[in-house]
């Protein structure tokens, strides 16, 4: 499975980005996908997830509100919309491929051992 991000970028404060992540070498039909970010310095942190169905998501706190998750399981990909970005969001953002197949859509997994296959990340910069 190879999972490409794109979308990334250098943006102001209060803007918007949107990121995609195609996977190719499996349908993700039946898995979930999350979302995370490593700043430097700093261990990788969830952003969201949404089910394998894409009828539930869940997203950490510091982005609730502001970024929202979309799945096209015809084209294979997953997007995070991002909207009133704040400097703090810059890091390297990942996508990445539920180990479990069909996992319970009320437990989004929001651990990255939980995650089998992860993209190269992409550079989100915000600047104040």
């Known amino acids: 499975v190879q999972l490409v991000e794109s979308g990334g970028g250098l943006v102001q404060a209060g803007g918007s980005l949107r990121l995609s992540c195609a996977a190719s070498g499996r349908s993700f039909r039946n898995y979930a996908m999350g979302w995370f970010r490593q700043a430097p310095g700093k261990e990788r942190q969830f952003v969201g997830g949404?089910?394998?169905?894409?009828?539930?998501?869940y997203y950490a706190d510091s982005v609730k509100g502001r970024f929202t998750i979309s799945k096209d399981n015809a084209k294979n990909t997953v997007y995070l919309q991002m909207n009133s970005l704040k400097p703090e969001d810059t890091a390297v953002y990942y996508c990445a491929f539920d180990a479990v197949f069909s996992r319970p859509i009320s437990n989004i997994a929001t651990m990255p051992g939980e995650y089998v296959y992860w993209g190269q990340g992409t550079q989100v910069t915000v600047s104040s």
């Open positions: 949404i089910s394998w169905s894409g009828y539930s998501t």
